[in-house]
């Protein structure tokens, strides 16, 4: 239970920490949290469930509020834990840093997070998920860009407008399960009517395929993306849409299975027309933090198209391959950030020779491009290499629509680089990169590299609960028929 | 010590070259730095010959799994055979001679220590590529090799005049290079699929296994794969459609040209279909499109090298014309013949290729030979080696290119004597451009000015004595696989080793001509080699006759010199149409369609509210009017209902 409330906790006292020691108990109290975390990680056996809340009494409504873990919300509890630390520590040296009521609405989001990833509960499950909404509402228009009033608002409507089809579909799991917990409603998710599965897939789907997001619902995240504050990018990016990715592996496909082989295809469609969407508008992009921010698109849509072939080995890869994500968001929106800043600039056209005034942050900017092209000995090699080819082995055309992103990837990232770092310097001077900058792109690179290169540490890690979902819904099937 | 320990030795000694290169180079001094790298690539190359004199049987070793699932599982194994062992061979023995080289190339460079990181990288990634014992090694080997190539392409982006122009062939070559790596990853998903492993011998063996058992082979399963392995070789090989990235690779410096783009890399994709030589021997349609393309590839590629003015763009046009022969071997089915060519080619056009880098660091950085000539008695070393690599390309009798290219003629002979004609003009093309080359760099009078040729000098040690050994190694490479008249026990050496271990290559069989028709064969070649030599000794260095301007050419020798406009017609094909596509997208569908949409409905709720709020007003006479209208308009409504319809 501490898992939840020390942030919760952290978020409060942050407010009666003087503003000058406010960026230093960020840091500490996150990293408390990772340590508290750690702890977890070393009493647990993977093939465990791990009950970290359960009232057990009769709530109304069939409402249950259970907490807990399997291996797969405990690696992405584990993600958030570790990626909270990461983007403090990279808004270190900058002025938001010593903002109280950044700091605690950075622990108050962390909250939210790691509710949504540990509840067993749908209605628990849906009040996390949209409680995460707030701290990232407030940080976007307290700290972002002046004059986003209208992007901002699209944001929140869009993603409560998603929320809303999640709500209906709980509620109808819910009422017909005559229960919230998770079990009972994945037990009724296998022998529901298809039709009515597929209505309430679709009502997952609007949620989910808004915040990941999926192509044609992406119009909010470029322009939401560059308004944000960095530390806002973070969140979005690297955590916020892991979400609506973890939902579709632990709620969506197991709690309307008989429906899903109608949406299937379309999802996976959708999936793909945004790998090649956003890498093909990526392609000519200038602004910096707008090709990131498509690239994401392009990223994503991969993982979500990888997600519904919904084989054991799929689903383990989409769990590495978000992994990456995440270290890729972060290096990434970290570098932008970092031209911008020091520039004031974000048109690649205005940059150039960056590389040689600032030679530390070229080669770790460098590194991180070839962690987000997937080259060998990083993590996101091996999580394209296994998607593209579940996908080929389900269609060979989705894999090659997949592979795409292999080819085009290289040709913005390199682009995107080579525009702002190469050539004759066209600024006077550049500063190189601070030491937290350079300790959060070394961790990065360090993590994507260990995940390069042992991967089976995460495919072991999730298997086990990725096999008792699966288990859960083939073996009900087999009593039916 | 043990075969295995050995083996990982020879792997890890450049990868940890590379880590202490590269993390303390900075700090080191320079000459330390360039010390481990190259004793690292050296020590490398020692192992392999202690393999290379142990070898007698095909070795595994198994690293580790690096993923397993139910159905398959990659792993990190490797294979020592005659195949893999060659190849370590050229990599580490030519590779050390280029660290050694490129000690005195690079010696005033600022980024020296990258440099030399880079290289060691790239010998790991290569050597990775060549011994691992499946496709998925071989992947891996094969995508790090083309990131060096990138980063050492790319290697200084930093100029001012040059910069943009160096990376954007760098990213040119990388792009390229991954459109060839989606063939393949489909080939290797295809096989995944079809035999559910990936390592060689175990598909040699599921495909015997299906033989003996008299089960149909997946023929069709097995063309498709071939032919994106096939796919792959013509990105990494550089073979139509996509060759050109590697002439603009010349943009790199030069002994990573000698190194990657001539000796080793760029003949992965011949390695490539050697090592699955079992599965093209069953995909006959494939072997006829490998043939097809690599005689167009070498017959074009030959035609451009005729009239480029640039030193080293002439030899990368050459190199891609001899890829295309190697190819034009693979599709015979001569796998030992193209790996023989691979042998000696990598040491004659390394030894072109470092000799042009002696030349450019003599001409202070000039590399157009328009401003060259007379270079012989400056320095006469270069000249010497560089006449050799010069004679041994062209075929001149008994140097190494002689041997090889015979072999692949006759084999061709023995094909069709179109084939034959056809290769004889490809042949005949590389000594008219390489013969044009040496006589207008080498002889006739200096035409760069009197101030650049005031710095002209030889080379340092460090560089001429790799142009020395690899000058011995292009004129005795022949004795490799001699053809049968002259020592008959001792003949095709290097067709039997490869025939006796290599693991999975058991299609390959060494075919022999009679000794009056090789003969035949070599006096023709040799007639051709030699006279055009004198052609053109008489023609450029007697007559001095030079190079032409640009715009003094005439139709077919700017259409050399222009290559064929292929690079304008890639970029009117596919370059404008993406960037076009990724912008009317963007302006026309993304933010003006979806973006705008999203904002229209939102809009159009706003304005339902505004029209809606209006009879909100508050006035109680306005009230009283909707009341009475809508009692009107109902009573109206259920009088004509009853009237008109009911009755």
Redesign the interface.
Request: hydrophobic residues 55%; charged residues 10%.
């Given at each position: 239970m501490e898992l939840l409330i020390l942030p919760l906790v952290f978020a409060l006292i942050s407010y009666f920490i003087p503003s000058k020691g406010v960026k230093y108990f960020g840091i500490i109290a996150s990293l408390a949290i990772f340590a508290v975390t750690i702890g977890h990680l070393m009493n647990f056996d993977t093939k465990e469930y791990v009950s970290i809340f359960d009232p057990k009494t009769n709530l109304p409504f069939g409402l249950t509020f259970k907490l807990g873990y399997d291996s797969l919300s405990f690696i992405l509890v584990l993600l958030v834990n570790s990626v909270v630390p990461l983007i403090l520590l990279a808004n270190f040296n900058k002025e938001l840093a010593a903002n109280k009521s950044f700091t605690a609405l950075v622990f108050f989001m962390q909250m939210g997070l790691l509710g949504v990833f540990l509840a067993q509960d749908g209605m628990l499950f849906y009040i996390f998920w949209e409680i995460t909404l707030i701290p990232i509402f407030l940080i976007l228009y307290w700290f972002g860009e002046q004059n986003n009033n209208s992007v901002l608002l699209?944001f929140f409507?869009?993603t409560l407008l998603g929320s809303l089809g999640m709500l209906l579909s709980i509620i109808v799991l819910g009422i017909s399960a005559s229960s919230f917990d998770f079990v009972d409603m994945a037990i009724y998710g296998v022998i529901a009517p298809a039709k009515i599965a597929c209505w309430v897939a679709c009502g997952f789907l609007l949620a989910f395929a808004i915040k990941i997001p999926l192509f044609?619902f992406?119009?909010?995240q470029p322009?939401t993306y560059t308004t944000a504050p960095m530390a806002g990018t973070m969140l979005l990016s690297a955590l916020m849409l892991k979400m609506a990715l973890y939902g579709m592996i632990k709620w969506m496909i197991p709690l309307s299975f008989t429906g899903i082989p109608t949406i299937k295809w379309l999802v996976i469609t959708l999936g793909l027309i945004g790998v090649v969407?956003g890498a093909?508008?990526?392609?000519?992009?200038t602004d910096i933090k707008k090709l990131f921010a498509y690239a994401s698109i392009s990223h994503v849509g991969l993982i979500a198209a990888g997600i519904m072939i919904y084989s054991?080995?799929a689903i383990?890869v989409a769990i590495i391959q978000m992994i990456n994500h995440s270290i890729v968001a972060i290096g990434l929106f970290l570098a932008a950030d970092i031209i911008e800043s020091r520039t004031k600039t974000r048109e690649l056209y205005a940059l150039g020779?960056i590389?040689?005034l600032a030679p530390n942050f070229g080669f770790w900017f460098a590194a991180l491009t070839?962690v987000s092209i997937s080259?060998?000995f990083t993590a996101g090699?091996?999580g394209e290499?296994?998607l593209?080819?579940e996908l080929?082995?389900a269609h060979?055309f989705a894999?090659?629509a997949a592979?795409?992103t292999?080819?085009l990837g290289?040709?913005y990232m390199?682009?995107a680089y080579?525009l702002s770092?190469?050539?004759?310097?066209k600024l006077e001077s550049f500063e190189d990169l601070k030491w937290n900058e350079i300790l959060v792109f070394a961790i990065l690179l360090a993590i994507a590299i260990l995940i390069g290169?042992?991967?089976?540490c995460v495919?072991d890690f999730v298997k086990p609960s990725i096999e008792a979902i699966q288990e859960l819904t083939a073996h009900d099937l087999k009593i039916i028929k | 010590m043990g075969q295995n320990i050995l083996l990982l030795t020879l792997i890890a000694l450049p990868l940890v070259g590379f880590i202490i290169t590269g993390i303390f180079g900075k700090k080191l001094s320079k000459l330390v730095t360039v010390s481990i790298a190259t004793l690292a690539v050296f020590s490398a190359f020692v192992c392999a010959l202690m393999l290379f004199n142990m070898n007698n049987k095909v070795q595994y070793v198994h690293l580790f799994n690096v993923v397993h699932f139910e159905d398959f599982k990659l792993s990190a194994n490797f294979q020592i055979d005659s195949l893999s062992i060659w190849m370590t061979l050229i990599i580490t023995g030519v590779g050390t001679l280029i660290h050694l080289f490129s000690i005195g190339y690079m010696y005033h460079d600022k980024g020296i220590f990258k440099f030399f990181a880079y290289l060691n990288l790239f010998i790991f990634s290569m050597l990775l590529l060549v011994l691992g014992s499946n496709y998925f090694v071989l992947f891996f080997g094969w995508e790090g090799v083309g990131i060096c190539s990138y980063l050492l392409i790319g290697f200084h982006y930093s100029d001012e005049e040059k910069g943009i122009e160096n990376s954007v062939a760098a990213r040119k070559a990388f792009i390229m290079n991954r459109i060839g790596d989606v063939g393949l990853l489909f080939a290797l998903f295809m096989l995944l699929n079809t035999f559910g492993t990936l390592e060689y011998a175990g598909i040699a063996a599921k495909i015997n296994e299906l033989k003996l058992s008299g089960t149909s082979l997946p023929l069709v399963a097995i063309s498709a794969i071939t032919i994106c392995l096939f796919v792959a070789a013509t990105g990494k090989s550089a073979q139509i459609p996509l060759f050109t990235w590697l002439p603009d690779a010349m943009a790199g410096p030069t002994p990573v040209s000698a190194l990657i783009h001539a000796a080793t890399m760029v003949t992965a994709g011949i390695y490539l279909v050697v090592r699955s030589n079992f599965l093209f021997e069953l995909a006959p349609a494939t072997k006829d499109i490998i043939l097809y393309i690599g005689l167009a590839t070498s017959l074009i590629a030959a035609f451009i090298a005729m009239r480029q003015s640039d030193i080293k763009k002439v030899l990368a046009y050459s190199t891609v014309s001899q890829l295309g022969l190697m190819f034009v071997a693979l599709g015979m089915g001569a796998y030992t013949v193209a790996l023989f060519h691979v042998t000696t080619h990598a040491f004659f056009k390394a030894l072109l290729f470092l000799g042009s880098g002696s030349v450019i660091h003599a001409m202070s950085d000039e590399q157009d030979i328009r401003k060259m000539g007379g270079l012989a008695k400056k320095i006469p070393i270069t000249h010497l080696t560089f006449l050799i690599g010069t004679l041994a390309i062209s075929g001149f009798p008994l140097l190494s290119g002689f041997y090889s290219k015979d072999e692949i003629l006759a084999h061709a002979l023995m094909e069709s004597p179109v084939l034959y004609g056809v290769l004889m003009i490809a042949v005949t093309l590389t000594a008219i451009y390489m013969f044009r080359l040496y006589f207008l760099v080498f002889h006739g009078k200096f035409r760069g000015g009197n101030e650049l040729e005031s710095h002209i000098h030889e080379s340092g040690a460090t560089m001429t004595i790799p142009l020395i050994v690899l000058a011995i190694l292009s004129v005795f490479g022949g004795i490799l696989n001699l053809p049968g008249i002259f020592f008959h026990d001792y003949a095709h050496w290097f067709s039997h080793y490869l025939e006796s271990t290599t693991a999975g290559l058991n299609e390959i069989e060494t075919h022999h001509l009679e000794s009056s028709k090789s003969i035949m064969l070599m006096v023709a070649a040799s007639t051709i080699a030699i006279g055009i030599m004198i052609w053109a000794y008489i023609n450029y260095a007697k007559n001095g006759k030079l190079a032409k301007e640009d715009s003094e050419l005439n139709a077919w020798e700017k259409l050399s010199n222009k290559k064929l406009y292929i690079d304008e017609i890639y970029n009117f094909l596919f370059v404008k149409p993406l960037e076009l596509i990724s912008k009317l997208i963007y302006t026309y569908f993304d933010v003006l369609l979806l973006k705008n949409g999203v904002f229209a409905i939102a809009g159009l709720i706003e304005k339902t509210g505004n029209i809606t709020r209006k009879w909100q007003s508050g006035f109680l006479s306005s009230y009283l009017f909707w009341m009475l209208l809508s009692i009107v308009g109902l009573i109206t409504y259920y009088v004509i209902k009853i009237q008109f319809w009911n009755y």
């Amino acid at each position: 239970m501490e898992l939840l409330i020390l942030p919760l906790v952290f978020a409060l006292i942050s407010y009666f920490i003087p503003s000058k020691g406010v960026k230093y108990f960020g840091i500490i109290a996150s990293l408390a949290i990772f340590a508290v975390t750690i702890g977890h990680l070393m009493n647990f056996d993977t093939k465990e469930y791990v009950s970290i809340f359960d009232p057990k009494t009769n709530l109304p409504f069939g409402l249950t509020f259970k907490l807990g873990y399997d291996s797969l919300s405990f690696i992405l509890v584990l993600l958030v834990n570790s990626v909270v630390p990461l983007i403090l520590l990279a808004n270190f040296n900058k002025e938001l840093a010593a903002n109280k009521s950044f700091t605690a609405l950075v622990f108050f989001m962390q909250m939210g997070l790691l509710g949504v990833f540990l509840a067993q509960d749908g209605m628990l499950f849906y009040i996390f998920w949209e409680i995460t909404l707030i701290p990232i509402f407030l940080i976007l228009y307290w700290f972002g860009e002046q004059n986003n009033n209208s992007v901002l608002l699209k944001f929140f409507i869009y993603t409560l407008l998603g929320s809303l089809g999640m709500l209906l579909s709980i509620i109808v799991l819910g009422i017909s399960a005559s229960s919230f917990d998770f079990v009972d409603m994945a037990i009724y998710g296998v022998i529901a009517p298809a039709k009515i599965a597929c209505w309430v897939a679709c009502g997952f789907l609007l949620a989910f395929a808004i915040k990941i997001p999926l192509f044609p619902f992406h119009t909010w995240q470029p322009s939401t993306y560059t308004t944000a504050p960095m530390a806002g990018t973070m969140l979005l990016s690297a955590l916020m849409l892991k979400m609506a990715l973890y939902g579709m592996i632990k709620w969506m496909i197991p709690l309307s299975f008989t429906g899903i082989p109608t949406i299937k295809w379309l999802v996976i469609t959708l999936g793909l027309i945004g790998v090649v969407y956003g890498a093909v508008i990526a392609v000519k992009q200038t602004d910096i933090k707008k090709l990131f921010a498509y690239a994401s698109i392009s990223h994503v849509g991969l993982i979500a198209a990888g997600i519904m072939i919904y084989s054991t080995t799929a689903i383990e890869v989409a769990i590495i391959q978000m992994i990456n994500h995440s270290i890729v968001a972060i290096g990434l929106f970290l570098a932008a950030d970092i031209i911008e800043s020091r520039t004031k600039t974000r048109e690649l056209y205005a940059l150039g020779g960056i590389a040689k005034l600032a030679p530390n942050f070229g080669f770790w900017f460098a590194a991180l491009t070839f962690v987000s092209i997937s080259v060998p000995f990083t993590a996101g090699f091996f999580g394209e290499f296994l998607l593209i080819k579940e996908l080929f082995t389900a269609h060979w055309f989705a894999g090659f629509a997949a592979a795409t992103t292999l080819v085009l990837g290289a040709v913005y990232m390199l682009r995107a680089y080579q525009l702002s770092m190469f050539g004759a310097p066209k600024l006077e001077s550049f500063e190189d990169l601070k030491w937290n900058e350079i300790l959060v792109f070394a961790i990065l690179l360090a993590i994507a590299i260990l995940i390069g290169l042992f991967p089976q540490c995460v495919i072991d890690f999730v298997k086990p609960s990725i096999e008792a979902i699966q288990e859960l819904t083939a073996h009900d099937l087999k009593i039916i028929k | 010590m043990g075969q295995n320990i050995l083996l990982l030795t020879l792997i890890a000694l450049p990868l940890v070259g590379f880590i202490i290169t590269g993390i303390f180079g900075k700090k080191l001094s320079k000459l330390v730095t360039v010390s481990i790298a190259t004793l690292a690539v050296f020590s490398a190359f020692v192992c392999a010959l202690m393999l290379f004199n142990m070898n007698n049987k095909v070795q595994y070793v198994h690293l580790f799994n690096v993923v397993h699932f139910e159905d398959f599982k990659l792993s990190a194994n490797f294979q020592i055979d005659s195949l893999s062992i060659w190849m370590t061979l050229i990599i580490t023995g030519v590779g050390t001679l280029i660290h050694l080289f490129s000690i005195g190339y690079m010696y005033h460079d600022k980024g020296i220590f990258k440099f030399f990181a880079y290289l060691n990288l790239f010998i790991f990634s290569m050597l990775l590529l060549v011994l691992g014992s499946n496709y998925f090694v071989l992947f891996f080997g094969w995508e790090g090799v083309g990131i060096c190539s990138y980063l050492l392409i790319g290697f200084h982006y930093s100029d001012e005049e040059k910069g943009i122009e160096n990376s954007v062939a760098a990213r040119k070559a990388f792009i390229m290079n991954r459109i060839g790596d989606v063939g393949l990853l489909f080939a290797l998903f295809m096989l995944l699929n079809t035999f559910g492993t990936l390592e060689y011998a175990g598909i040699a063996a599921k495909i015997n296994e299906l033989k003996l058992s008299g089960t149909s082979l997946p023929l069709v399963a097995i063309s498709a794969i071939t032919i994106c392995l096939f796919v792959a070789a013509t990105g990494k090989s550089a073979q139509i459609p996509l060759f050109t990235w590697l002439p603009d690779a010349m943009a790199g410096p030069t002994p990573v040209s000698a190194l990657i783009h001539a000796a080793t890399m760029v003949t992965a994709g011949i390695y490539l279909v050697v090592r699955s030589n079992f599965l093209f021997e069953l995909a006959p349609a494939t072997k006829d499109i490998i043939l097809y393309i690599g005689l167009a590839t070498s017959l074009i590629a030959a035609f451009i090298a005729m009239r480029q003015s640039d030193i080293k763009k002439v030899l990368a046009y050459s190199t891609v014309s001899q890829l295309g022969l190697m190819f034009v071997a693979l599709g015979m089915g001569a796998y030992t013949v193209a790996l023989f060519h691979v042998t000696t080619h990598a040491f004659f056009k390394a030894l072109l290729f470092l000799g042009s880098g002696s030349v450019i660091h003599a001409m202070s950085d000039e590399q157009d030979i328009r401003k060259m000539g007379g270079l012989a008695k400056k320095i006469p070393i270069t000249h010497l080696t560089f006449l050799i690599g010069t004679l041994a390309i062209s075929g001149f009798p008994l140097l190494s290119g002689f041997y090889s290219k015979d072999e692949i003629l006759a084999h061709a002979l023995m094909e069709s004597p179109v084939l034959y004609g056809v290769l004889m003009i490809a042949v005949t093309l590389t000594a008219i451009y390489m013969f044009r080359l040496y006589f207008l760099v080498f002889h006739g009078k200096f035409r760069g000015g009197n101030e650049l040729e005031s710095h002209i000098h030889e080379s340092g040690a460090t560089m001429t004595i790799p142009l020395i050994v690899l000058a011995i190694l292009s004129v005795f490479g022949g004795i490799l696989n001699l053809p049968g008249i002259f020592f008959h026990d001792y003949a095709h050496w290097f067709s039997h080793y490869l025939e006796s271990t290599t693991a999975g290559l058991n299609e390959i069989e060494t075919h022999h001509l009679e000794s009056s028709k090789s003969i035949m064969l070599m006096v023709a070649a040799s007639t051709i080699a030699i006279g055009i030599m004198i052609w053109a000794y008489i023609n450029y260095a007697k007559n001095g006759k030079l190079a032409k301007e640009d715009s003094e050419l005439n139709a077919w020798e700017k259409l050399s010199n222009k290559k064929l406009y292929i690079d304008e017609i890639y970029n009117f094909l596919f370059v404008k149409p993406l960037e076009l596509i990724s912008k009317l997208i963007y302006t026309y569908f993304d933010v003006l369609l979806l973006k705008n949409g999203v904002f229209a409905i939102a809009g159009l709720i706003e304005k339902t509210g505004n029209i809606t709020r209006k009879w909100q007003s508050g006035f109680l006479s306005s009230y009283l009017f909707w009341m009475l209208l809508s009692i009107v308009g109902l009573i109206t409504y259920y009088v004509i209902k009853i009237q008109f319809w009911n009755y």
